[in-house]
């Protein structure tokens, strides 16, 4: 008897692509934050390869109702700034949560993703509303429980 040692490895052209919702109401962002990474990146499929965009498009819906642990809403920070001499803008959290609740959990799945032109090319595929409604109703997206 043969065994077949070897390795597979997915092209750019096989990948099947779906759309999943997740619905982060209640939830705590950085659980929800991996789940959501893991979808874009690919890897809850058997054929994972890690130089190969794999993922699924994620729409996250209820952003404004996410959880956040312990004193965060006002010890995390969030720093911009504008590359010009004193162009340093600190926000905390939950100013975050108050103005850009979208922001706040794309700038969490952006952290756990490859950076580089991979993880750039993933992040476009992660759509995030504050609300329940979303403009994806034709794609047929299944739901997914954080």
């Known amino acids: ?5 070897k390795t597979y490895s997915a092209k750019k052209g096989e ?3 779906a759309w999943h919702v997740v619905d982060v ?3 705590t962002l950085g659980r ?4 959501i990474a893991q979808l874009l990146r690919g890897k809850h499929k058997p054929t994972f390869t890690p130089h190969v965009d ?6 996250v819906i209820n952003a404004h109702k996410v959880r956040l642990t312990g004193k965060k809403l006002t010890d995390k920070l969030y720093r911009d700034h504008s590359l010009f001499p004193g162009g340093l803008k600190t926000k905390t959290a939950e100013q975050m949560l108050a103005k850009h609740p979208e922001e706040l959990v794309k700038r969490a799945v952006w ?3 490859p950076k580089g032109p991979l993880g750039r090319k993933l992040y476009r595929k992660l759509k995030v509303y504050a609300a329940a409604e979303h403009p ?3 794609q047929q997206p299944q739901a997914f429980q954080v």
Request: charged share 25%; no cysteine; hydrophobic share 40%.
């Open 111 to 113: 952290g756990m993703l």
């Open 15 to 17: 990948v099947e692509r």
């Open 136 to 138: 994806h109703e034709a």
């Open 32 to 35: 929800a934050a991996t789940q």
């Open 54 to 59: 794999m993922g699924d498009f994620v729409i």
């Open 25 to 27: 109401d209640g939830k």
């Open 1 to 5: 008897m043969t065994q077949n040692r």
